[in-house]
């Protein structure tokens, strides 16, 4: 032990390194572009080749290039050095600059810090159980090699993997305090990077042709719904987002007056009975909440504005749970002048053959819901096909186009061209973006509503009935509001099918399979990843912590985390006691079992001894007495005896019954 | 304030004043030292400081994206870390210390002393530094209730006493993190001989030595026996004839059978200064006993009788390494 002190890196240690850091960036090469990509793993071979081969490690001049270069390869790829992917990308490549000129042990260190910093930038793009248990099993191997590495006792990986994981045990139960208890902050304490929020996907407050049917190739989940009592049937589900007034031909926006602050929440008149709900929406970085049409009440997250639209004065950034009351069947009040004309405006010069239907269909209507049944009936008996990949709409009067050439399109088409008719024949409508049915999951019985369900239809004002939900597309394809479209059996070009049962048992519980992990999903999201200020204050509440004085509860925050560490100091350093050898524990319980017998082997007697006394006494014991005592010679004192001998010894003697 | 720093503050108070671990336990050949947890100092090393920085940004960045995996890695990087404070404790506590032994030098050489390290406990002890006052130092790992022997080789650059005085045996098994430390005053000691003068003839034997230094020239050795090769000897001793025989290489030995008694004299010697003196003296106690000659040393105030053999060559040492103290 007391030999030469072994300071540079092996062909060995190199490897582990190696694979630990490689196994650290591993999720991060498909973020990465793909020059830094091939460079990061570039660098790592060269590492292992230069180790091998004992090649010369560059001077300080081309690490100084190197570095120089790298900066300027994220700057130019980037724009910027401080953003979640350039500033990823750039921790990925300085690690590999530092393994370039690692040397010697004690730079080790260095890289270790960044390997662990390097592991939680993962979350920020994803929290995902698989991910998380991933970056933990690899921050147990870097634990390990940090401990391996560090060490100057040469002792093999192994016993470097069992105490890191002794470590990470005992850490536990202070990692769980500290997680449960740490004071939770709502919201950035500064501001976050630009690109933080990349990625996330949603509904946009305007609609174009394509936007809502490039949602629908998305399993993503959009919100989950838990109904505090029977949920509405599938047919009455519509989650109301984003209400657009405002139309170029093509595309719609939600007008200019959405922010007009000084609108009053108007009053409902509703028919039936309430329908009460929770919803918990996955972070889209927009404002808009989604809520079962209509809703009734306001949120502590957000108000409803004028359109029964429910919006957040802040993006939704995280996971957002909220309670809300809503009416499935409701009347409005009356229309607001600024409404009326809101709901009528035409773009001028464009779609000439739609506004010269909706006139036609005014003049020969008899009443206002007969012009709207029409339209319906048009899209009913006229060969329209509801299709996720239509033809692209490429004159200047898309509407026209859909409605009198193509006849093939997604829900935004349908419910676009038809409030433009509605709005030809003089009837006030608008558009209506969101989702449209959700999934149940009987698992925990709650409703998955997933981007695929995002759907568009059209509202229409009726003297006496107020704005009426009209879904177009509920006419061409009815199943669409039944069940929901599974796009992953879907082929490009055809028409949609929908969710049909499957008779299949595999089919059935490979679906089973998947309910049940999005209900562990589900449990994920709400009890660990949704963990925040209010599910701490509600937790500490059923704790028993009086959670409005701060004061108090920061002691005791300290008083338990103290006790915890003070509990696992003792565990650590309190001395264990000498192990008894298994085999004499074993014999000790022999000789126990025979002196309840009266046959109490003498001080100074060799086993060998015992077991003739015993034998003389008690012949009938014979057989099992001469092999426990074989075993128990055999194992004490021969230089050899494995384990399968030590088991059959400690069975003879259980089994042993005088 | 730096650790190092803080450790040598410490170091400078007055011995009262100091914390208990401060007041140094004693180890000796015979009084064996104990790392008591009281004596035992834990503090974050540099890379330590590092890394909290570290876990702190992380924390920062878990709670400004407000980012629950990021606290769970945060925080259990961090109990880890605490953990392994309580590691690195243990890894240093209850550990025996005592000296084994000190060997003596030749100045520009290394006093080698020789410490063991017992560990009494279930666990394996890992890369436990003993360093001296001057940095020097030795690593080692000890097995469960085992013990392993540490040598600290001290530079002597001057004759006389080599002391090890106060070493320092610290710890940062198992991540680097944190650096336990105690102080042990091991009372060791060991004769720092001179260094011996460049090659030089034994000095003439005058003073009433002229009958021994005749029998010198006249050479007259006579066969005494056979003693196994030792690398050095001169192939003309070697016994060729045994080797032929396959018996192995072995030597003729010779003794003078008149046995000419040299003395080595301090004011046979010539240089400016005492310690070019004493090299000298060194170097010709070596070579006569190289030589295997009988030898007696003559110092101002002391004379050692001729005699031979090892413990005569460490008497005449001891002499040189301690002369001109004040006994």
């Given at each position: 032990m007391n030999g030469p002190v072994i300071t540079v890196l092996d062909q060995r240690a190199m490897t582990w390194l190696l694979a630990g850091l490689g196994l650290t960036i591993l999720p991060h090469l498909i973020n990465l572009p793909l020059w830094a990509a091939i460079l990061a793993v570039g660098i790592g071979m060269w590492r292992w080749l230069a180790t091998r081969r004992n090649w010369h490690l560059p001077n300080n001049t081309i690490k100084l290039l190197l570095t120089l270069g790298l900066l300027i390869a994220v700057f130019v790829n980037y724009g910027t050095l401080v953003g979640r992917e350039s500033g990823t990308a750039l921790l990925v490549l300085m690690m590999g600059l530092k393994l370039v000129e690692l040397?010697?042990?004690?730079?080790?260190l260095v890289l270790m810090f960044m390997a662990y910093f390097i592991l939680v930038t993962h979350f920020l793009y994803s929290q995902t159980i698989p991910l998380a248990a991933y970056v933990m099993l690899v921050a147990w191997l870097l634990i390990s090699l940090h401990m391996h590495l560090t060490s100057l006792d040469q002792r093999p990986m192994r016993h470097s993997l069992r105490s890191a994981a002794g470590l990470m045990l005992l850490g536990l139960p202070l990692m769980l305090a500290l997680f449960v208890l740490f004071p939770r902050a709502a919201g950035p304490i500064w501001g976050l990077p630009k690109d933080a929020y990349a990625g996330m996907t949603g509904l946009d407050d305007s609609m174009s042709p394509g936007a809502i049917s490039h949602l629908s190739q998305s399993d993503a989940v959009a919100f989950r719904v838990k109904f505090d009592g029977p949920a509405p049937p599938p047919a009455k589900r519509y989650w109301r987002g984003p209400v657009l007034w405002s139309t170029d031909g093509r595309n719609w926006n939600p007008g200019p007056?959405?922010?007009?602050?000084?609108w009053q929440t108007p009053e409902l008149a509703w028919h039936d009975n309430s329908i009460a709900y929770t919803v918990t929406l996955e972070p889209h970085n927009r404002n808009w909440l989604f809520v079962l049409d209509l809703p009734a009440t306001a949120s502590e997250h957000g108000r409803i504005g004028r359109e029964y639209q429910l919006t957040s004065s802040k993006k939704v950034r995280q996971r957002l749970k909220y309670h809300m009351v809503s009416y499935t069947d409701y009347l409005t009040g009356e229309l607001p002048e600024i409404e009326r004309r809101l709901g009528l405006q035409l773009p001028q010069d464009s779609n000439p053959r739609t506004f010269e239907l909706g006139q036609s269909l005014r003049q020969n209507a008899r009443s206002e819901i007969n012009i709207v049944e029409q339209a319906l009936a048009m899209f009913r008996e006229q060969p329209f096909v509801y299709s996720?990949?239509?033809?692209?709409?490429?004159?200047?009067?898309p509407s026209d186009q859909f409605l009198f050439e193509s006849r093939t399109g997604f829900c935004e088409h349908y419910a676009s061209s038809f409030t433009m008719l509605m709005r030809a024949a003089g009837i006030p409508a608008r558009v209506v973006t969101g989702y449209q049915g959700g999934e149940l999951n009987p698992v925990d019985d709650y409703y998955i509503v997933r981007q695929r369900d995002a759907h568009a239809w059209a509202e229409v004002w009726l003297a006496g009935q107020g704005w009426v939900r009209i879904d177009p597309t509920a006419a061409v394809a009815p199943e669409r509001v039944e069940r929901s479209i599974n796009t992953s059996l879907l082929g490009a070009g055809e028409a949609v099918r929908f969710n049909v049962p499957h008779s299949e048992l595999l089919a059935k519980a490979w679906q089973q399979l998947q309910l049940n992990l999005d209900a562990i999903n589900n449990r994920w999201n709400q009890w660990v990843l949704g963990y925040g200020p209010k599910q701490q204050a509600e937790f500490l509440h059923n704790l028993g912590?009086?959670?409005?004085d701060w004061r108090s509860l920061a002691w005791k925050f300290l008083l338990i985390i103290g006790g915890l560490f003070a509990l696992i100091t003792a565990f650590v350093l309190i001395p264990r006691q000498k192990q008894i050898d298994p085999v004499l524990k074993s014999y000790q319980r022999f000789c126990r079992k025979l002196a309840r017998r009266g046959l109490l082997r003498g001080e100074n007697e060799t086993a060998t001894d015992f077991a003739k006394r015993v034998k003389a006494n008690r012949p009938e014991l014979s057989e099992q007495v001469d092999r426990i005592t074989a075993l128990y010679s055999h194992l004490r004192y021969a230089n050899k005896s494995s384990d399968k001998q030590l088991l059959q010894f400690k069975q003879r003697v259980i089994e042993f019954n005088p | 304030m730096g650790v190092t720093a803080l450790h040598s503050w410490l170091d400078k108070l007055p011995p009262r004043l100091r914390p208990r671990g401060i007041r140094y336990q004693a180890a000796s050949a015979k009084q064996t030292a104990t790392l008591r947890g009281k004596r035992i100092f834990i503090l974050p090393t540099k890379q330590g400081m590092v890394f909290f920085t570290v876990l702190l940004l992380m924390l920062l960045g878990a709670i400004n994206y407000s980012n629950s995996m990021a606290f769970v890695l945060t925080f259990w990087l961090g109990s880890v870390t605490l953990v392994s404070m309580l590691y690195t404790y243990r890894n240093l506590v209850n550990l025996d210390i005592k000296l084994s032994g000190a060997e003596p030098c030749f100045a520009g050489g290394h006093a080698a002393f020789h410490l063991i390290l017992t560990n009494h406990q279930l666990r394996q002890r890992f890369d436990i530094d003993a360093r001296n006052a001057t940095g020097i130092n030795a690593v080692a790992s000890i097995a469960r209730q085992d013990h392993t022997q540490i040598t600290l080789a001290v530079p002597a650059s001057q004759r006389g006493r080599s002391q090890l005085g106060r070493i320092t045996l610290s710890s940062c098994y198992p991540l680097g993190l944190f650096r336990a430390w105690a102080y042990v005053d091991v009372e060791a000691e060991t004769l720092v001989y001179p260094h011996p003068s460049d090659h030089s003839p034994l000095p003439p034997q005058g003073q009433g030595s002229g009958e021994r230094k005749q029998t010198h020239e006249e050479g007259s050795d006579d066969f005494h026996g056979f003693r196994a090769y030792h690398p050095g000897d001169s192939p003309r001793h070697i016994n060729w004839k045994a080797l032929a025989r396959e018996h192995g290489l072995v030597t003729k030995q010779f003794q003078r059978h008149q046995s000419p008694e040299l003395w080595f004299d301090w004011h046979d010697t010539r240089g400016a200064d005492i310690e070019t003196r004493l090299s000298q003296l060194c170097r010709w106690l070596l070579d006569a006993d190289n030589q295997q000659q009988r030898y007696g040393l003559r110092l101002p105030g002391e004379v050692l009788p001729p005699a031979q053999g090892k413990n005569q060559l460490e008497q005449c040492l001891a002499r040189l390494a301690l002369f001109g103290e004040s006994t």
């Amino acid at each position: 032990m007391n030999g030469p002190v072994i300071t540079v890196l092996d062909q060995r240690a190199m490897t582990w390194l190696l694979a630990g850091l490689g196994l650290t960036i591993l999720p991060h090469l498909i973020n990465l572009p793909l020059w830094a990509a091939i460079l990061a793993v570039g660098i790592g071979m060269w590492r292992w080749l230069a180790t091998r081969r004992n090649w010369h490690l560059p001077n300080n001049t081309i690490k100084l290039l190197l570095t120089l270069g790298l900066l300027i390869a994220v700057f130019v790829n980037y724009g910027t050095l401080v953003g979640r992917e350039s500033g990823t990308a750039l921790l990925v490549l300085m690690m590999g600059l530092k393994l370039v000129e690692l040397r010697q042990r004690r730079d080790v260190l260095v890289l270790m810090f960044m390997a662990y910093f390097i592991l939680v930038t993962h979350f920020l793009y994803s929290q995902t159980i698989p991910l998380a248990a991933y970056v933990m099993l690899v921050a147990w191997l870097l634990i390990s090699l940090h401990m391996h590495l560090t060490s100057l006792d040469q002792r093999p990986m192994r016993h470097s993997l069992r105490s890191a994981a002794g470590l990470m045990l005992l850490g536990l139960p202070l990692m769980l305090a500290l997680f449960v208890l740490f004071p939770r902050a709502a919201g950035p304490i500064w501001g976050l990077p630009k690109d933080a929020y990349a990625g996330m996907t949603g509904l946009d407050d305007s609609m174009s042709p394509g936007a809502i049917s490039h949602l629908s190739q998305s399993d993503a989940v959009a919100f989950r719904v838990k109904f505090d009592g029977p949920a509405p049937p599938p047919a009455k589900r519509y989650w109301r987002g984003p209400v657009l007034w405002s139309t170029d031909g093509r595309n719609w926006n939600p007008g200019p007056q959405l922010r007009q602050p000084d609108w009053q929440t108007p009053e409902l008149a509703w028919h039936d009975n309430s329908i009460a709900y929770t919803v918990t929406l996955e972070p889209h970085n927009r404002n808009w909440l989604f809520v079962l049409d209509l809703p009734a009440t306001a949120s502590e997250h957000g108000r409803i504005g004028r359109e029964y639209q429910l919006t957040s004065s802040k993006k939704v950034r995280q996971r957002l749970k909220y309670h809300m009351v809503s009416y499935t069947d409701y009347l409005t009040g009356e229309l607001p002048e600024i409404e009326r004309r809101l709901g009528l405006q035409l773009p001028q010069d464009s779609n000439p053959r739609t506004f010269e239907l909706g006139q036609s269909l005014r003049q020969n209507a008899r009443s206002e819901i007969n012009i709207v049944e029409q339209a319906l009936a048009m899209f009913r008996e006229q060969p329209f096909v509801y299709s996720l990949s239509p033809p692209l709409l490429t004159s200047n009067d898309p509407s026209d186009q859909f409605l009198f050439e193509s006849r093939t399109g997604f829900c935004e088409h349908y419910a676009s061209s038809f409030t433009m008719l509605m709005r030809a024949a003089g009837i006030p409508a608008r558009v209506v973006t969101g989702y449209q049915g959700g999934e149940l999951n009987p698992v925990d019985d709650y409703y998955i509503v997933r981007q695929r369900d995002a759907h568009a239809w059209a509202e229409v004002w009726l003297a006496g009935q107020g704005w009426v939900r009209i879904d177009p597309t509920a006419a061409v394809a009815p199943e669409r509001v039944e069940r929901s479209i599974n796009t992953s059996l879907l082929g490009a070009g055809e028409a949609v099918r929908f969710n049909v049962p499957h008779s299949e048992l595999l089919a059935k519980a490979w679906q089973q399979l998947q309910l049940n992990l999005d209900a562990i999903n589900n449990r994920w999201n709400q009890w660990v990843l949704g963990y925040g200020p209010k599910q701490q204050a509600e937790f500490l509440h059923n704790l028993g912590l009086d959670i409005t004085d701060w004061r108090s509860l920061a002691w005791k925050f300290l008083l338990i985390i103290g006790g915890l560490f003070a509990l696992i100091t003792a565990f650590v350093l309190i001395p264990r006691q000498k192990q008894i050898d298994p085999v004499l524990k074993s014999y000790q319980r022999f000789c126990r079992k025979l002196a309840r017998r009266g046959l109490l082997r003498g001080e100074n007697e060799t086993a060998t001894d015992f077991a003739k006394r015993v034998k003389a006494n008690r012949p009938e014991l014979s057989e099992q007495v001469d092999r426990i005592t074989a075993l128990y010679s055999h194992l004490r004192y021969a230089n050899k005896s494995s384990d399968k001998q030590l088991l059959q010894f400690k069975q003879r003697v259980i089994e042993f019954n005088p | 304030m730096g650790v190092t720093a803080l450790h040598s503050w410490l170091d400078k108070l007055p011995p009262r004043l100091r914390p208990r671990g401060i007041r140094y336990q004693a180890a000796s050949a015979k009084q064996t030292a104990t790392l008591r947890g009281k004596r035992i100092f834990i503090l974050p090393t540099k890379q330590g400081m590092v890394f909290f920085t570290v876990l702190l940004l992380m924390l920062l960045g878990a709670i400004n994206y407000s980012n629950s995996m990021a606290f769970v890695l945060t925080f259990w990087l961090g109990s880890v870390t605490l953990v392994s404070m309580l590691y690195t404790y243990r890894n240093l506590v209850n550990l025996d210390i005592k000296l084994s032994g000190a060997e003596p030098c030749f100045a520009g050489g290394h006093a080698a002393f020789h410490l063991i390290l017992t560990n009494h406990q279930l666990r394996q002890r890992f890369d436990i530094d003993a360093r001296n006052a001057t940095g020097i130092n030795a690593v080692a790992s000890i097995a469960r209730q085992d013990h392993t022997q540490i040598t600290l080789a001290v530079p002597a650059s001057q004759r006389g006493r080599s002391q090890l005085g106060r070493i320092t045996l610290s710890s940062c098994y198992p991540l680097g993190l944190f650096r336990a430390w105690a102080y042990v005053d091991v009372e060791a000691e060991t004769l720092v001989y001179p260094h011996p003068s460049d090659h030089s003839p034994l000095p003439p034997q005058g003073q009433g030595s002229g009958e021994r230094k005749q029998t010198h020239e006249e050479g007259s050795d006579d066969f005494h026996g056979f003693r196994a090769y030792h690398p050095g000897d001169s192939p003309r001793h070697i016994n060729w004839k045994a080797l032929a025989r396959e018996h192995g290489l072995v030597t003729k030995q010779f003794q003078r059978h008149q046995s000419p008694e040299l003395w080595f004299d301090w004011h046979d010697t010539r240089g400016a200064d005492i310690e070019t003196r004493l090299s000298q003296l060194c170097r010709w106690l070596l070579d006569a006993d190289n030589q295997q000659q009988r030898y007696g040393l003559r110092l101002p105030g002391e004379v050692l009788p001729p005699a031979q053999g090892k413990n005569q060559l460490e008497q005449c040492l001891a002499r040189l390494a301690l002369f001109g103290e004040s006994t």
